[in-house]
């Protein structure tokens, strides 16, 4: 089973600041299969990036998303307040999909 | 506007049957997607559960494979979730969601609302 392990667990940044949100896979898999949700409180996880590094539909540029063998990176640019959320990370293997455990972020 | 919406029992017997359905609007079952559901606890995070196509060949999670059932209702345009032998530990938030894959990606695209069920006596 593959594990997802996220970083850091809470991330606290200004307006117009960088969020960066890492997630490393216990195993190496294709990124393909990598996608980032952001879920906002009393509300359903939202796809943001799929594939590694593919926007969704209505996604801000300001999200982005990157790979490096296990590694994967989210990166939010130009924080604004509406990105208080906790991010996801998710990707399959072994015959399931696995989840991240979150990272918040919060805009001071 | 592709919309999910979940229903079923909130509260469920230790021991007894979970049952839910997701009623889709806005899209075909009988597109070309996977029917899904994620469970959602404070304990155990977002957990996937398994998935259906129209065609009824479905996917688990091995995890859960001896409990889990997912099923089909085309008159209804529903898809439904069955869970034997609960326990606490299957208390959680549960989403139906929308899966497009496709040749190179997989999108979890639309999700459900969220329906909240406690196993407790």
């Known amino acids: 089973e593959i594990v997802l392990t996220q970083s850091p667990g809470t991330l606290s940044l200004s307006p117009g600041e960088r969020a960066t949100v890492s997630c490393r896979a216990s195993q190496s898999v294709s990124s393909t299969y990598l996608a980032w949700f952001q879920q906002t409180p009393g509300q359903a996880p939202r796809l943001l990036i799929y594939g590694a590094s593919r926007r969704a539909t209505g996604i801000p540029d300001r999200f982005s998303g990157s790979a490096s063998g296990t590694d994967f990176t989210l990166a939010i640019s130009r924080l604004e307040p509406e990105d208080s959320a906790v991010y996801f990370c998710?990707?399959?293997?072994?015959?399931?999909?696995?989840f991240g455990q979150g990272t918040k972020v919060e805009i001071k | 506007q592709v919309q999910l919406q979940e229903s079923g029992p909130g509260l469920v017997k230790p021991s007894g049957t979970l049952s839910l359905s997701c009623t889709v609007s806005?899209?075909?079952?009988?597109?070309?997607?996977?029917w899904t559901w994620v469970r959602q606890s404070p304990e155990k995070g977002l957990e996937w559960l398994g998935e259906?196509?129209?065609?009824?060949?479905?996917n688990y999670n091995p995890s859960l494979r001896s409990r889990v059932t997912i099923s089909l209702d085309k008159s209804k345009n529903q898809f439904s979730l069955r869970l034997t032998s609960v326990t606490a530990a299957d208390t959680a938030m549960y989403f139906c969601?929308?899966?497009?894959?496709?040749?190179?990606?997989?999108?979890?695209?639309?999700w459900g609302q969220g329906t909240q069920v406690t196993v407790s006596s």
């Open positions: 259906i196509y129209h065609s009824g060949s479905t």
């Open positions: 969601v929308r899966v497009v894959y496709e040749s190179d990606s997989t999108l979890f695209d639309y």
């Open positions: 806005g899209d075909s079952i009988n597109s070309n997607s996977w």
């Open positions: 998710q990707l399959y293997g072994s015959s399931r999909w696995t």
